[in-house]
């Protein structure tokens, strides 16, 4: 952007040439203040650049000495403090010639103070411009509303002609549609009094009488408050939307202490309190609630409550709503609590030919279990796309300097009046600033040749080291699971009672106990690591941190997955099971579960008494700093468990939202209380889209092919569930596309595409290529505007640069040109007679 140059009459000032400040134009509206001030002094109307231009090159350089002579008697006092007076900047010279000022006072982006005649006229002119415009577009929409004339000409204007001009702006408004005067007197810079006036001159002008306040009729009075009844009543709606929103208010007061990256976290946070929050209306409204109202008949016996299975989820809950043993394969019928059996008929499908379940609605269990899993996956994957490419779109725009002053004056809310409100916007504006001139002040260290081959070599071993951690805990996960899978079969072989139920139970949270162990203690090991590489950046460093956790949430996530889907689905009699299904949402259900204990162990042992032990022990005032990719990837990893366990457990989002509800007032707390805010102030511009993109790709992607895995290749429990007698769980849905077919109804035509879309794996690598593909060219738009954005802004400082040359070699032409004009005068008076 181009430089602000002052060109001051009373002192010259120093150019500041390092950061754009609006401060650096006080001068310059002191100079035009004075200027405008001169013209209005002057004996005859008009401007100065009329008088100039009657003015011999003798006066005018006369007056130009004069002038400068007063403005060095003036700015003696200012003008102290400067080496000997003199400024290197031609710019900065003390007298200016007329040439020079007439430019100056002509320059559109120059023209301080708009006199009321000047809008009008401005505004007099576009509106005759759209009049003849109105033909081919009515439209004033594209007209630009920044527009700002010359003060030459307009800034001396007679009384006559300001309102002459004001009664033909009149005259153009009254011609204008409703939409497009509203419009044009919104953008005219003028008071709420003087657009009042003219609002009620074009009335007046269009009725052809006067008409005052008391004449208005009582229908138009009732039409007015109805209106503003109306737009009052929308108003308060959009701001009670507005305080819906969960913790906003704390949200504010984290941002303001702690940054934009503390502040990533807890917006993640609540992105998937909300994806929780849709899973749960959408499984608890089509399977939970009609099972419920619809239970299934038990033959067992009824499991009494002990309060093992809260940590478990086994024993009571096993027979429940909760996971996916105690959902039936009957046709639900409306206006009875019993159930339609299913029917087998030739073709080996299951059909309802109980004649009372064909006259009533009915509600197959089995088809609602199949859809509702692929349809809330579906609309979850397009939500996190859609989530995804506007995240880019708000994290790739511009980010420099200039974005400091914009937020230096023009971040403040005029409108926040409460004292605790002020406070927080103060603090956050302040944290703000701090991380913008945090990245205006980086500059990259040049470093030798042997500093950064020992950089490298450091670095090197620090992956080593963490992918070698990685490996050897994934392998522990494994062999640990065979193990348990191993002492498992070998129970079930001897078949002897050596444990009791409910230390049968109790062993079952070995296998989480230990996970949850690992993902406790190595991301404190990959914080070591990270310390002795000695990142000059903050963000790099948690950008590593996030990447080696992600590794290693991963593989613990893979191997477990392999140990529930590859070998306790295929063999469940082996260890003894009915239902595999419920035995693997119980699994997820006890991983989930002892995830948040292990959390809260943390926020305690590395938060709180770290604090204490640092200031007790220590005698240090620090406290640590939040974690932020440790944290996020809980997070990450809690979801992606929630995610494999829908299918397993419907209500396991619901787990999932008291987790996330607990966590957040957990961490704000612990926050509050034992953390300081980092050291280094840093803009996390980009946290939230690597957030979302990690959600997508590794977590939803890996849990959407397992869940499809399960549902097309592996044979459900032939004694319980919905999808008992089945070989596969799609072929439910195959079944009711048969039944569609056979019965010739008006759906054929979708289990045609149904058939192609589920069958043929072509069409879903299609549509995922699909999203891939807009993704990139979002990105890539994106990264293009970035682009034009930065050319555009070179353009401008060079065009700033152009102004500056062009004024310099105007006043050195009139220098060249003064000698002469002198030496002329000194003839002249020469010649003059004594």
């Given at each position: ?313 086994a024993g009571f809950f096993s027979d429940t709503v909760m996971f ?481 040359f062009l004024i310099t070699r105007l006043q050195n032409l009139h ?20």
């Amino acid at each position: 952007m181009a430089r602000n140059i002052t060109f001051d009459f009373i002192t010259p000032r120093r150019l500041e040439t390092t950061m754009e400040s609006p401060l650096d134009e006080d001068g310059l509206h002191d100079s035009f203040s004075q200027l405008i001030e001169e013209q209005s002094h002057s004996l005859a109307p008009g401007t100065v650049a009329l008088e100039m231009e009657d003015l011999t090159d003798e006066q005018r350089d006369r007056l130009t000495y004069l002038r400068g002579a007063a403005v060095e008697g003036r700015g003696q006092g200012r003008g102290r403090g400067r080496e000997d007076g003199r400024v290197t900047d031609p710019l900065m010279e003390g007298r200016w010639s007329s040439d020079t000022l007439r430019v100056l006072s002509s320059m559109p982006s120059r023209t301080i103070g708009r006199s009321r005649g000047a809008i009008i006229s401005q505004y007099y002119n576009r509106t005759m411009q759209l009049r003849r415009r109105r033909q081919t577009r009515p439209s004033i929409r594209d007209l630009s509303r920044s527009a700002r004339p010359s003060i030459r000409g307009y800034g001396m204007s007679d009384v006559c002609e300001e309102e002459s001009k004001k009664d033909q702006l009149v005259n153009n408004l009254q011609n204008l549609s409703l939409s497009d005067r509203i419009r044009m007197l919104r953008a005219m810079p003028l008071s709420v009094a003087e657009k009042s006036e003219l609002r009620r001159r074009v009335h007046n002008f269009k009725e052809g009488r006067p008409i005052t306040s008391g004449q208005i009729s009582c229908f138009s009075r009732l039409k007015y408050y109805f209106i503003i009844a109306l737009r009052q009543g929308w108003y308060s709606w959009l701001s009670f939307l507005h305080a819906l929103q969960p913790w906003h208010v704390a949200l504010k007061r984290v941002s303001g202490r702690f940054g934009t990256g503390v502040l990533s976290y807890f917006d993640f946070l609540r992105t998937l309190l909300l994806f929780n929050v849709f899973l749960f209306l959408v499984y608890g409204c089509f399977l939970v609630i009609p099972q419920a109202i619809h239970p299934p008949s038990t033959h067992g016996t009824t499991l009494l409550f002990t309060g093992l299975e809260l940590l478990t989820g086994a024993g009571f809950f096993s027979d429940t709503v909760m996971f996916y043993g105690h959902y039936s394969n009957d046709t639900l019928s409306s206006g009875s609590s019993s159930s339609c059996p299913p029917a087998h008929n030739d073709t080996g499908h299951n059909d309802t030919g109980h004649p009372a379940c064909t006259q009533r609605l009915s509600y197959n269990m089995p088809l609602a279990y199949f859809f509702t899993i692929g349809v809330s996956f579906f609309i979850t994957c397009i939500i996190l796309v859609y989530s995804m490419s506007k995240s880019f779109g708000r994290s790739f725009h511009i980010s420099n300097s200039h974005g400091l002053a914009a937020k230096v004056f023009s971040s403040w809310d005029f409108k926040v009046i409460k004292r605790s409100s002020v406070k927080l916007q103060s603090e956050n504006i302040c944290t703000q600033l701090k991380e913008l001139l945090s990245e205006v002040s980086r500059r990259e260290k040049r470093k030798d040749l042997v500093h950064r081959l020992w950089r490298l070599a450091v670095h090197a071993m620090a992956w080593v080291m963490c992918l070698g951690s990685t490996v050897g805990c994934a392998f522990a996960v494994y062999q640990f699971s065979e193990h348990m899978h191993q002492a498992q079969e070998q129970r079930v072989l001897d078949r002897a009672q050596v444990l009791s139920p409910q230390e049968q139970e109790a062993s079952l949270l070995a296998l989480p106990v230990v996970v949850s162990s690992f993902n406790l203690l190595l991301p404190g090991f990959f914080n070591t690591v990270g310390w002795m590489e000695e990142y000059d950046s903050i963000s790099v460093r948690t950008y590593v941190a996030i990447f080696r956790n992600l590794l290693f949430k991963v593989s613990l996530l893979g191997v477990l997955c392999y140990h529930w889907l590859g070998r306790i689905a295929p063999e469940p009699d082996a260890l003894g099971l009915q239902c595999w299904e419920s035995f693997v949402g119980q699994e997820l259900y006890r991983f989930l579960l002892m995830d948040f204990i292990f959390i809260l162990m943390d926020t305690f042992f590395g938060e709180f008494l770290w604090k204490l032990f640092s200031q007790k022990a220590l005698k240090r005032k620090r406290k640590p700093e939040f974690d932020i990719a440790r944290n996020v990837l809980e997070l990450i990893y809690g979801q992606t468990l929630a995610w494999l366990g829908v299918l397993f457990s419907p209500l396991l989002p619901a787990v999932q939202i008291v987790k996330l509800l607990l966590l957040f007032y957990i961490k704000k707390a612990s926050l509050m209380l034992n953390c300081q805010a980092p050291r280094r102030a840093w803009r996390a511009s980009q946290m939230s889209t690597v957030f979302i993109t990690l959600l997508c790709f590794p977590s939803f992607l890996g849990a959407a092919v397992s869940v499809a895995y399960t549902m097309w290749m592996l044979r459900p429990s032939g004694a319980c569930g919905p999808f008992r007698g089945l070989t596969t769980m799609f072929q439910a849905g195959k079944q009711w596309m048969q039944q569609v077919e056979e019965r010739g109804s008006n759906l054929s035509w979708l289990t045609g595409v149904l058939s192609s879309l589920l069958e043929k794996p072509l069409f879903l690598f299609i549509a995922a290529g699909v999203f891939l593909m807009v993704i990139y060219f979002h990105t890539q738009v994106l990264d293009g505007q970035r682009k034009v954005i930065s050319l555009l802004q070179e353009q401008i400082e060079n065009e700033g640069e152009d102004k500056k040359f062009l004024i310099t070699r105007l006043q050195n032409l009139h220098e060249q040109r003064r000698p002469f004009s002198v030496h002329r005068r000194t003839e002249r008076v020469k010649e003059e007679p004594a």
